[in-house]
Structures are given as C-alpha cells and as structure tokens.
C-alpha cells in the first residue's frame, strides 16, 4: 500500500482550496450570526484559546469540536460554521484550538487537549455547561477526541474519520514535521487503548478513502469487542470533508444522531 496516497485527503477530493474557501466564508457567517466568546485562553500558549457560544437555557448540552488537519495545519476559525444546526437544536458550543506540530509534539497536543476540558470543568458554571457534554472531532481531532474520552467532563465522545492508530502515519508524508517517537505512537494510539470510556458515536464518510473508513470501523469493533456502548454511522455519499457539512445541517445525520443519544 502506497500510504502516501492512501492517508492524503486533499488530492482525494480535487477541489481542496474551494472546499476550504467555503468553510471560512460559512464560519465567518456564524460568528456574525451568534454571540460568540472568541479566543477564551485556557492556557498561556498562543494557541491554547477556545471560541464558546452558549444557550440562554441553563444547564444546556454542551458540544466541543476539536478540528483536523493531520495535527498540522488548519485553525478553529474555519470551523465555526458546523455550529449552526447544533445552536438551533439547544446545544452549546466549543471550539477548541492547540498548539500545531512541529512547533507542538503529539504529546503536547494531547495534553493541551486535556488542559482545554480541565479548565471548562472547572468553570462549568461560568459557561452554563449541563450534565451532558459531547467531545466531537474531526480526523486529527477524531485522535485526540478518542483519546480523551475518559475526561469527567465528557458523557459522550464522537470522533468523526478519526486516525486510531499513528503507525502507518509514522511511515508516511505525515510524520515529516509530526517525527512519533516509539513511544508516541504506542502511547496516543486509540485504537490500542481500548478501555473505559464515555460512550461511543463512531461516524466516517462512506465515499472517503478505505485507510479512513478502517480506522473508524475496526476502532468501533474493538470497542464493541471489550463491552462498550458504540454506534457505528457511515454517511452515504460523504467524502471526507462532507461529514463536515452533514455535521452543520438540522436534519444531517450526526445531529439525529446526537438527538437519540442525549435527552433534549
């Protein structure tokens, strides 16, 4: 397998910088649209910030998107716009950000995850955060959404196209600026850290490319093997960055999805 091709999202879809020109223009709308808290430090990196929109309703369901970009790239700001149908259904919403590689190692990013969700437990009051919290990413935010499954903080964990294992990633383009260590790879790989946890909402774009879809299904199985709730949802029709879309919409999949799984 040619790794190379079989990890690269972008040349797979074609029409990369139109999608990506998209999502800023759509999220710009949504922050225009919404009372936003913008760049919320919860840390003192540059990087260690969220964006929080919050419901009048107390104790409301909370949502924290985490965004993609192979650990890499990209930038919560393009990402706003998947908030829109979760704001009209009830929930709050969090966007979180982390410290890119290769300033940042894996095992930064992971722990500025973790520091993200310590602070908002903390100051769960201050930002109206209810009982119920879903921990939700996307591909690289998939990752880290896996690993971070055991916070108090989350009731529910929802990593879409997630990448479970960093082995092939290590051996491929990827690992150029991202260099796992042995020890990375073992440590931060979901799909070997199969244990306690919030309950599973597995989802991946049925038209993505296989390595993607095998992630998400053989993580999912494994869950499943050890005697964890799991739900498995392949969006027909999806590549890998229209999940993304279908997350936004009030009747996509994810929020019927989400609807069944929490009580509104």
């Not at 190379?4 to 990506?20: D, R, S, T, W």
């Not at 800023?24 to 936003?36: D, G, K, L, N």
């Not at 993505?208 to 964890?228: K, N, V």
């Amino acid at each position: 397998m040619d790794l190379n091709q079989a990890y690269n999202n972008v040349a797979a879809v074609g029409n990369f910088p139109q999608i990506m020109q998209g999502f800023r223009q759509r999220s710009a709308e949504t922050y225009a649209r919404h009372a936003w808290q913008r760049d919320v430090a919860y840390g003192n990196a540059l990087r260690e910030r969220f964006d929080w929109y919050a419901q009048e309703t107390a104790g409301a369901p909370t949502l924290l998107f985490i965004h993609g970009g192979y650990w890499q790239a990209s930038d919560k700001d393009d990402y706003a716009f998947i908030a829109e149908g979760l704001i009209g259904a009830g929930f709050n919403v969090g966007l979180l950000e982390y410290t890119l590689a290769p300033e940042a190692s894996m095992s930064t990013i992971v722990g500025q995850i973790g520091k993200a969700l310590d602070y908002l437990l903390a100051h769960r009051e201050a930002f109206n955060i209810g009982p119920q919290v879903v921990l939700c990413g996307h591909s690289a935010g998939g990752h880290l959404t896996a690993l971070h499954r055991r916070h108090p903080l989350v009731s529910l964990a929802m990593p879409i196209s997630g990448l479970m294992e960093l082995e092939p990633i290590s051996r491929c383009w990827l690992n150029d600026k991202l260099q796992l260590s042995a020890e990375e790879i073992r440590r931060y790989s979901p799909q070997r850290l199969i244990g306690d946890g919030a309950p599973l909402l597995v989802t991946v774009g049925g038209d993505e490319l296989p390595e993607l879809i095998r992630h998400s299904r053989e993580y999912a199985a494994a869950c499943r093997e050890a005697g964890q709730a799991v739900s498995l949802i392949e969006v027909a029709g999806c590549h890998h960055f229209a999940v993304l879309d279908d997350l936004a919409k009030s009747d996509g999949e994810h929020l019927r999805a989400l609807l069944k799984h929490i009580s509104l």
